[in-house]
């Protein structure tokens, strides 16, 4: 298996819900990331894990969440949601944090905060 | 901090005719410059990397650090090439960081 995975496709929730995105990868990565991206703009890190561990947050206000809990699977919480959250939310995993390393995105989960 | 400029949204060329997308970057590090690629109703994708110094899908782009960008380039352009094009920089600290994107149409 040579995809990231990510469920679900899209997400329609309101402020006050709280809902969870997954992203799953079968290729033995042991980094991996979320990105959030609006309308016509390009992809903005928020989050890194590095072998489960969280190595990087890109100062994500705290109703995002972000979860490993295991080498394939990566989680992203969402709580009490601003409809400017509104986004295309990406994964993407690598091999590791080496140099250079190429990154595989996900499809993307289309989030609708009203 | 590192930045990432690509100054052209949007490219129109002539199938067969040469393309060029122009990426320049400011970073104080070593720099590693990534250009992704993402065709109509597909996932982003690694196109080329600077350290690889390769040639995919007839497209090549150099690393000039004098002049701070990694342009990429192709010499004749197909109609399979139309797409949004990101340059992108790695940092020191694993950031990847993107530009704005250039979108190109290859017309018939």
């Known amino acids: 298996d040579t995809e990231v995975t990510q469920t679900p496709k899209h997400l329609v929730m309101g402020m006050t819900n709280k809902k969870s995105l997954k992203c799953e990868q079968h290729m033995g990565h042991r980094a991996m990331y979320w990105y959030k991206q609006k309308a016509k703009k390009p992809p903005e890190l928020m989050f890194v894990y590095s072998y489960e561990k969280l190595s990087i947050n890109e100062s994500v206000p705290s109703r995002f969440s972000p979860e490993c809990p295991n080498s394939s699977l990566l989680n992203l919480h969402l709580h009490a949601l601003q409809p400017e959250d509104s986004a295309l939310y990406l994964c993407?995993?690598?091999?590791?944090?080496?140099?250079?390393?190429?990154?595989?995105f996900g499809p993307g989960t289309r989030l609708t905060v009203l | 901090a590192q930045r990432v400029t690509q100054p052209e949204k949007l490219l129109s060329v002539f199938k067969g005719a040469p393309v060029e997308l122009k990426c320049n970057y400011s970073?104080?590090?070593?720099?590693?410059l990534f250009w992704y690629v993402q065709y109509s109703r597909q996932r982003l994708q690694l196109l080329l990397r600077h350290i690889s110094r390769e040639s995919i899908k007839g497209f090549t782009a150099d690393l000039n650090k004098g002049e701070t960008s990694f342009h990429l380039k192709k010499p004749f352009a197909q109609e399979e090439d139309s797409a949004m094009y990101y340059c992108a920089l790695r940092s020191n600290d694993y950031k990847l960081s993107f530009g704005a994107g250039t979108t190109v149409t290859v017309r018939a």
């Open positions: 970073y104080s590090g070593s720099p590693e």
């Open positions: 993407a995993s690598s091999q590791d944090l080496g140099s250079s390393r190429e990154q595989f």
